[in-house]
């Protein structure tokens, strides 16, 4: 087995939660920014020569893999907003989360660049039939040797729908109806071949046994596809299924699809709050598996908390109101020009995201402002930030993870590569000494490392 660090002398604490430890994985956009506005123009950020660079991302898949995290996520957003104003130019002029490059190519290069991280994709249900997500997705599956997941989204960016040629945008809810049935092509695909259905067999000649591969034949309200799954098993049979809506209908649909659902909570009570509605959710439609659930988390790693504190006023200072809520905007799907900033965003109707919006305000006392929102989310994107040394940052995540009955979280960077290495190198080791953090990859599947 291969060590992810160096051991040292292991002082084995009681493990929380029956033994299971916590789930750690890297979020990242392949765009110039993940979270923080502007981060790109930080003198030691690197992200924008990543966007014509493979060796950028294989050094970051490497310092992933060394620090045995459970794989690295694609946020993913295949359109610039143009809510703001009515117009994309403060999306372009301040680059934010555009360009919006396609991240599937690059999880083939850091898949290959590594062995046991695993990789979760979004891929939106929006302008990508399911036949063709199938077999793109389960391609990279069996490439990486069973290491892929899919972050399922429905596209919540009009700008997205408008780009691929739909002509109407659905409601909030009847995205998931939709969705629902998109997931059921999906997932009949992936049953349609049984486990011994490829013989390979270069004496007879004979590479499969028809009598074990169904044809899929669909029609539901909105969807219909009919075909053989283009693609080979891999070795986790279909890629991990992660999903992010946080809205009644979101956790409904992630109950009855999701492995991992991903979650935005602002604080401790939130967050047991959001993993009681999901195991309700879940036991509503009978299933009997868990949902793995990861908390988004920003550590801002510094020698002290004032100093860790400074370094987030900076960067929300440097970055301008009009590039905030251009993106604001977007997730909101709302012209936010048109909206007084010192008026409360509780006024604010929306179909766009609306988990996103309660996350966002609801530990904010009083009625939190556009402006106060605004400033929350220039650097973090409202993802809870954990501020301080390493020890501090290693400290919030042991008791979030220990009390919410969340299984790990999915930690943003400020400064690409930098906040990762940062990481990985000083609060990853103090999680493995605590033996809550694995030391070595124990599975080689993705599923393996989140289950
Ligand atoms: C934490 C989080 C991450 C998300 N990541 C993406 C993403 O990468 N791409 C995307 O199109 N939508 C993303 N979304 C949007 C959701 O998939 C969903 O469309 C949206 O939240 C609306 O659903 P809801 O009201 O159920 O939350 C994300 C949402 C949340 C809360």
Redesign the pocket.
Known sequence: MELCSNPGDPIEREIAMNGTKMHLVQMM?HTPIAHTVLGWAQPNDRQVEGLTSFAYWQDIARTAERGCLDGIF?????AARDEYQGKFDANLRYGVVWPTHDPMPVVAAMAAATEKLGFAV?L?VTGTPPYLAVRRLSTLDCLSNGRIGW???????KS?HRAVGSTEIME?DE??DYADEYMEICNAFWKSADEDAFPVNRETGIFADPSKIRVVDYEGRFLRSRGVNPVMRSAQGRPVIF?????????R?AARHAEVV???QPHLAGMKAFVDRIEAARKEVSRPDPVRVLF?VQPVIADSLEKARERVTELGQAAPLDAVLSRLSG?FGVDLSKFDPDKPVGELQSQ?????IA?LTDDLTGRPTLREVARRFAVSG??LQLMGTPIQVADQMEKLWRESGGHGF?VTPMEQPGSIEQFVHSVVPILQERGIFRREYETATFRGHLH
Request: glycine residues 16%; charged residues 10%.
């Open positions: 956009f694609f946020a993913d957003t295949p979004t939106s972050n399922v989204v429905t596209g919540f960016l997205e909030h995205r998931y999903q992010a809506g946080s809205s009644g209908r979101g956790m649909f991903f979650a935005i988004g997730t766009a995201s609306l988990g996103m996350s409202g993802l999915i």
